[in-house]
């Protein structure tokens, strides 16, 4: 175990870093999906508005703001660009380098991306948090922070970050024969959007479509965590989602270990 972090903790230290060093990016990045959040949130209370009741699909007004924040920190915090990374390094020819490391090719990316996630849990995690629990209590007047409902999202939040990074692990591996995927990575984002519940509540879909959408991967990513959080599940339904979410990530860390196989053998190299 020592030698293991000793192997990988310097990654760690280099995402670190590199997210210090670019601190504009880092900013402008989080300006941008702070604005996203907003515009949720202005839309959905719209949608209140307009429909003349206190409750709409079994949420109410306070149920949907409390849901589009936290959802918006599951997104963030869950957030892995793991897909571009590897592309990158495809098209600049640097991932020879990783295919002659002494060390886990997903393991160097994930750790790298750990180091980010200090500086994104440092700034974003207890702020918004904080901000949703004092919402909570002044539009209800109680307080409604559950210690267990928020350690049962800390840990889904966990698989959530876990199951996301794999599943663009291997969509990032499509860089190997498709030699670019930013255009086709706009496209993944906005699918993936759509079916995790981080755009639209799984509860509002049509019965039909709401239950295979929860037993697809992209519900652990965003919708899980968010309905832990709220104490929307009872315990039936706590212990089933966060299996499959164990389940998914079991599958997306096999199938990214046999594609890599795969992968290196058909490898072109376009840069140095």
Request: aromatic letters at 20%; proline letters at 3%; hydrophobic letters at 55%.
């Amino acid at each position: 175990m020592k030698r293991f972090f000793r192997t990988y903790l310097p990654f760690s230290r280099a995402g670190l870093q590199s997210a210090m060093a670019y601190r504009a990016n880092f900013v402008f990045f989080l300006i941008g999906e702070i604005f996203k959040c907003f515009v949720m949130f202005f839309l959905w209370k719209a949608v209140f508005v307009s429909s003349g009741s206190e409750t709409f699909m079994g949420f109410t007004m306070e149920n949907m703001i409390v849901y589009v924040f936290i959802s918006f920190l599951t997104g963030y915090l869950s957030f892995s660009d793991g897909a571009f990374a590897l592309g990158e390094e495809i098209v600049d020819g640097s991932v020879s380098m990783r295919l002659i490391k002494p060390c886990s090719f997903d393991m160097c990316f994930l750790f790298q991306e750990l180091g980010n996630k200090v500086i994104n849990y440092s700034i974003m995690f207890v702020p918004i948090v904080v901000g949703v629990e004092i919402y909570r209590y002044v539009a209800t007047g109680a307080v409604c922070f559950n210690i267990v409902n928020f350690l049962l999202f800390f840990v889904s939040l966990q698989l959530a970050y876990f199951i996301n990074f794999y599943f663009n692990v291997i969509y990032g591996f499509l860089a190997f024969f498709l030699k670019n995927l930013w255009g086709t990575g706009l496209i993944k984002d906005v699918i993936v959007g759509f079916l995790s519940g981080a755009t639209i509540p799984l509860a509002f879909m049509p019965n039909a479509l709401r239950i295979v959408l929860t037993y697809l991967p992209f519900s652990s990513i965003s919708y899980t965590p968010v309905m832990l959080y709220m104490g929307m599940y009872d315990v039936k339904q706590i212990v089933s989602s966060m299996l499959l979410q164990v389940v998914w990530l079991i599958i997306f860390v096999l199938i990214s270990k046999l594609i890599w196989k795969s992968a290196t053998k058909h490898l072109c190299v376009q840069g140095g």
